[in-house]
């Protein structure tokens, strides 16, 4: 597996509306997309630094993922993403090297992009995220 870049870190938040102004106007970076992706119960909004983008992550339900950690940890850094060229190989590559797996193939993710997790327990407790462009 090598990455290309860092796609963009996660970073879990009650409320975009409320964690926006931060990020816009003591930060000075413009928030160019909000979306939900509703399989995953979160509402994203996305900023850009340089080449890498900040994704705030909003649930949409206390028993989505995002819920589930604000609850038990509290806003803060949720996940880093890596964008890789294939994402099914970069999987398979890393079940190979034992890691354990969130997703065992890809699925449809914020902006359009194919995702997949990583397990923090098997990624120094950082959860881990692969992206890949299905249309490059």
Do not use: W
Request: aromatic share 6%.
């Amino acid at each position: 597996m090598k990455p290309t870049h860092i796609e963009h870190l996660g970073i879990a938040v009650k409320s975009i509306e409320a964690a926006l102004p931060y990020f816009e106007k003591v930060l000075g970076l413009e928030c160019y997309a909000i979306e939900e992706v509703a399989e995953q119960k979160v509402k994203t909004a996305f900023l850009k630094i340089g080449q890498t983008k900040i994704e705030l992550l909003e649930s949409t339900s206390p028993d989505g993922p995002v819920g589930k950690f604000i609850e038990k940890k509290g806003e803060g850094v949720h996940h880093m993403a890596f964008a890789v060229e294939d994402l099914q190989a970069s999987l398979d590559f890393a079940a190979e090297q034992g890691v354990k797996l969130i997703d065992k193939t890809p699925r449809k993710g914020a902006e359009g992009l194919d995702i997949a997790f990583l397990h923090p327990k098997s990624t120094v407790g950082v959860l881990t995220e692969l992206c890949s462009n299905p249309n490059k």
